[in-house]
């Protein structure tokens, strides 16, 4: 386990990877360097800013703050597994409907972190979800259409969470 | 980030068998790989142990409850025993980080948490933490959100875990397992103040393993509260935060326990304080008397000196809120 190279299993975005990393790759830098999934972004890179939220087993986490070997045989999701085909996830329509954004560098993380907060079902009015997105940063400050776009999308999206409950 | 070797182990002896001094454990690594990435850290080996079996919380014979190392913040903050029967440790952990951090960051991972003092981060400055014998610039440099309390000359650092302030009010028990067996460490001698030996945080021994924490049976549910004091509404680290919990008999007071969080280098408590509390009314004026005695010998530093007055009101309103019966 010690050479410089791991296998490594995951389902990622609905499909089965087997992928060689390096022990210290992040999972942030596995995603956007080695798989070509550029939609997580690298904000801070320390956990501050939330622009590289994705689900990983259902949960919201920040990807480049964790080594992506240490998550073999994990279910992983980016902003790149959310749509159906051409179907938008609720949560990105709803941010689309609200233009809950401006330069939308914080746009994926925003959308990930928000479903994550869908599937943990604890946010139940405005005040909440502030708190339960205070993760994620947005330095143009589309805060006000984050939140509505949030707050319309949270019950069609715990409802997708169950329909694809296993 | 430095390379280094890694490992994966199943089981607690192995994962003990492969620490030593150039090795770190790793859980969620929320702090560890952010200390790793500027440079703070660079362990030459690290030892995943995230499929050790330490994941369970379980009721244990006393009435308490044994927490798994590895739960994450999340998951302990929102289990319904912890939010039904600890409401002061739910709230004080739901105070700290963000969600998605919390659903990483660990249980024992949040007790070995490092200092958020700029100067440790900062490589390009010296650091008595960081390299013992190198100085200290905080002490005579940007010192907002340092210690009042239990300083020294070489280090004013605090620590940084709300979690930690509720624990140490609750009188938790830290389980750990080591190359010489196991053994059990009261909260309140876990973490230790800076002294001339600001590199070490904690009272383990090197290679030792945190493997559980240990509440007792009581948890203050009915009168509690958490109070953190910060530069923004959330997600920021505390520039003083109170953990209040009391046991009232009608309105006298049968027991109580005060935290204080952002002031000192451990959660900072004082018997005094406690004990003063006992038997009187539960009033302002004997919030006050323990207030002024949990920060007695306080000693503010030059951008700081907002600290100890903060902290006597956020103590005198803390303890108000839990006389008040905990929020829920």
């Known amino acids: 386990m010690s050479e410089t190279t791991c296998t490594l299993s995951l389902h990622l975005n609905g499909q089965h990877r087997q992928l060689d990393v390096r022990p210290w790759t992040t999972l942030l830098d596995l995603l956007r360097e080695q798989l070509d999934l550029t939609g997580t972004k690298k904000g801070c890179d320390h956990g501050q800013c939330g622009a590289c939220t994705v689900l990983l087993n259902g949960k919201r986490i920040n990807s480049c703050l964790t080594l992506a070997v240490m998550h073999d045989g994990a279910r992983l999701t980016s902003i790149e597994g959310l749509a159906e085909g051409n179907e938008l996830h609720p949560m990105q329509a709803a941010f689309v409907r609200h233009d809950a954004f401006q330069c939308g560098y914080c746009t994926p993380g925003q959308i990930c972190s928000a479903v994550g907060l869908a599937g943990e079902n604890r946010a139940h009015d405005r005040d909440s979800i502030r708190e339960l997105m205070s993760g994620n940063l947005c330095r143009c400050g589309a805060y006000p259409n984050i939140l509505a776009a949030v707050e319309e999308a949270l019950p069609a999206s715990r409802d997708r969470l169950q329909e694809k409950a296993p | ?328």
């Open chain 2, 1 to 328: 980030m430095r390379p280094f070797h890694y490992h994966r182990p199943e089981r607690i002896e192995e994962a003990l068998a492969l620490a030593g001094p150039d090795s770190r454990y790793i859980a969620g690594g929320t702090n560890l790989l952010d200390l790793m990435k500027e440079n703070v850290l660079h362990p030459r080996q690290l030892i995943d142990i995230n499929r050790l079996p330490l994941h369970a919380i379980e009721e244990t014979p006393g009435g308490g409850l044994m927490i798994g190392a590895l739960v994450s913040n999340a998951d302990l903050a929102w289990h319904p025993q912890i939010e039904q029967h600890y409401p002061l440790l739910s709230r004080a952990i739901l105070a700290g980080a963000s969600p998605q951090l919390r659903n990483m960051a660990t249980t024992g991972g949040n007790l070995l948490q490092r200092t958020r003092c700029y100067y440790f981060y900062d490589t390009g400055t010296p650091c008595n933490k960081r390299e013992p014998g190198t100085g200290c610039p905080a002490r005579d440099g940007l010192n907002r959100i340092h210690a009042i309390l239990g300083a020294s000359e070489a280090c004013v650092a605090v620590h940084p875990s709300d979690m930690c302030v509720a624990l140490a009010a609750l009188e938790a028990q830290v389980h750990v397992q080591g190359p010489h067996g196991k053994r059990r460490i009261a909260m309140s001698d876990f973490h230790r103040l800076p002294s001339d030996r600001p590199e070490l945080d904690n009272n383990l021994s090197e290679g030792e393993l945190i493997i559980a924490v240990e509440l007792p049976a009581e948890g203050f549910a009915q009168h509690s509260a958490y109070l953190k004091l910060r530069d923004r509404a959330s997600y920021a680290f505390a520039l003083v935060s109170v953990a209040a919990a009391l046991e009232l008999d009608g309105t006298t007071i049968k027991a109580a326990r005060l935290a204080l969080g952002g002031v000192a280098h451990k959660p900072w408590r004082v018997e005094a304080a406690e004990q003063a509390l006992c038997g009187k009314p539960a009033d302002e004026a004997s919030f006050a008397i323990a207030a002024n005695l949990l920060l007695d010998g306080a000693q503010p530093l030059q951008h700081n000196a907002f600290k100890p007055e903060l902290a006597r009101r956020a103590i005198i309103r803390a303890l108000g809120e839990a006389a008040r019966g905990t929020a829920r």
